[in-house]
Structure formats: structure tokens, C-alpha cells
């Protein structure tokens, strides 16, 4: 079975500073892994995801996440935070390409940003 | 990219009473569909996954006689929380997997969530 760490519930950075979350999975074969932020009383966005290929993934708002496979880890990182970043953050990870296969989601990393 | 709605965007329901949510894939016909639960500060948590003109599967704790999911189309779903109570007042978020035309995804593509609130 799959699941998801996210190190951190709650991550704040200064605006300008790099943004990085954390993101470990488990899984007993390749796994496809999402980043989706959530902005309060709004329904799921997604940043970016990883499949197969290219390990660096680039995603929307200058997000990006690179697949570690020795190290189980997908971490978010953000050069230069903006005000507007702030937000909840989920890891997911799916056996996509398996009809069976469902997203399960990370416990989530609330982002603040210092003005 | 397909496009998941749900209605009612918000819903407020008196204990003892049941609430039907609609979850629609507006192009793309939806042969999976999952729907989650989000407690306040909380993630998401898989309530159950259904298959067009199939039984839901409902993940472990989830009371499948309180949730029931009707999925008796390739673009509609139906969560129906039925005697609701204030503990299940949450955001309920679905998600389909599905095809457009001949050609199959097996992308989840999430609907914007139900806020249900039971006083």
C-alpha cells in the first residue's frame, strides 16, 4: 500500500525566501506523486506531478519538485515565496495506471508568509 | 483538462435530516469516481470509490449505510448523507477518473467540494 509524510503542518518563510516542503512516500512499486495547494474554502489545485521521466517536475506559480527515489522523496520548492503562496499544501501519491488505483493524500503543510 | 462540478457548492441541513451531494463530470464520462471527506485543518480522507452501475467500496470506517453513493451514470454521482448529525458537518470534495471519446486517463480530476453544515 501506498502512503504519504509530510514533514512540517506548518511551514512560514519571509516573501523572497525559498519555500521548501517535504514529502516522503511509501510505496512497493514506482509511484505517480502529486503536489496540490488549497487556498481556504476553495476545492483542490494542482501544482505539479510526477509519473515517469524527467525526475525535476515544474509546476504552476514557479513550483517545482524533484522525484528522489534512494531517498523516498518529493519536496516542493518555491525560489522567491509571494504573499499569495500562503496556503495548504498536499503530497499525494497514486498507483496511477492501475485501475485500481485511488490518490491518497498527505496530512498537508500549512505555508505563511512573512511580509 | 476535464472539468468535475458539484452542487450545492454549500448546504446547511438540520440534525436528523439527509443531505444529497451531486458530483458531475461535465466532459468526460467518469467510469471511477472517489469522494473524500476534509474535516477543518484536516486532509483529505477517501470515503469510498465507485464504479458506473457498481456497488461503492467504501474504505474502512466509512459507514456505508449513512454515505450512500449512487454512481448509475458515466457523468453522475451522488452522496447522500443520510440522518445527518453536527459531527458530519464537513467539506465533502469528489473526484472522477474516466474518458473522453475513445481514449482513456487514469487522471483523478477533483470538483471543487461541498461545505455541509448540520446544526
Known amino acids: 500500500a501506498q502512503s504519504v509524510t509530510q514533514l512540517g503542518s506548518h511551514v512560514s518563510v519571509s516573501e523572497g525566501a525559498l519555500v521548501l516542503l517535504r514529502c516522503n512516500y511509501s510505496?512497493?512499486?514506482?509511484?505517480?506523486l502529486f503536489w496540490y495547494v488549497q487556498y481556504p474554502n476553495q476545492g483542490l489545485q494542482l501544482l505539479l506531478k510526477?509519473?515517469?521521466?524527467?525526475?525535476l517536475v515544474k509546476g504552476i506559480n514557479g513550483f517545482e519538485a524533484e522525484f528522489k527515489k534512494s531517498e523516498t522523496s518529493f519536496h516542493l520548492t518555491k525560489p522567491s515565496a509571494h504573499m499569495s503562496d500562503a496556503a495548504e499544501y498536499f503530497c499525494?501519491?497514486?498507483?496511477?495506471?492501475?485501475?485500481?488505483?485511488?490518490?491518497?493524500f498527505g496530512s498537508g503543510t500549512r505555508l505563511s508568509i512573512r511580509p | 483538462g476535464a472539468v468535475v462540478s458539484q452542487h450545492p457548492s454549500w448546504v446547511i441541513c438540520k440534525s436528523g435530516t439527509s443531505v444529497k451531494i451531486e458530483c458531475r463530470s461535465l466532459?468526460?464520462?467518469?467510469?471511477?469516481m472517489f469522494w473524500y471527506r476534509q474535516f477543518p485543518k484536516q486532509s483529505l480522507m477517501l470515503m469510498a470509490t465507485?464504479?458506473?452501475?457498481?456497488?461503492?467500496?467504501?474504505e474502512q470506517g466509512v459507514e456505508k449505510d449513512k454515505f450512500l453513493i449512487n454512481h448509475a451514470s458515466l457523468t453522475l454521482s451522488t452522496l447522500t448523507v443520510t440522518s445527518a448529525h453536527p459531527e458530519d458537518s464537513s467539506f465533502y470534495i469528489c473526484?472522477?477518473?474516466?474518458?473522453?471519446?475513445?481514449?482513456?486517463?487514469?487522471?483523478?480530476?477533483f470538483g471543487p467540494g461541498t461545505r455541509l453544515t448540520v446544526t
Open positions: 473526484s472522477a477518473r474516466g474518458r473522453q471519446g475513445l481514449k482513456s486517463s487514469y487522471e483523478q480530476y
Open positions: 510505496s512497493s512499486v514506482p509511484p505517480y
Open positions: 510526477y509519473t515517469t521521466g524527467a525526475t
Open positions: 499525494a501519491v497514486s498507483l496511477l495506471g492501475s485501475s485500481a488505483s485511488k490518490i491518497i
Open positions: 466532459d468526460f464520462q467518469a467510469t471511477t
Open positions: 465507485s464504479n458506473e452501475g457498481s456497488k461503492a467500496t467504501y
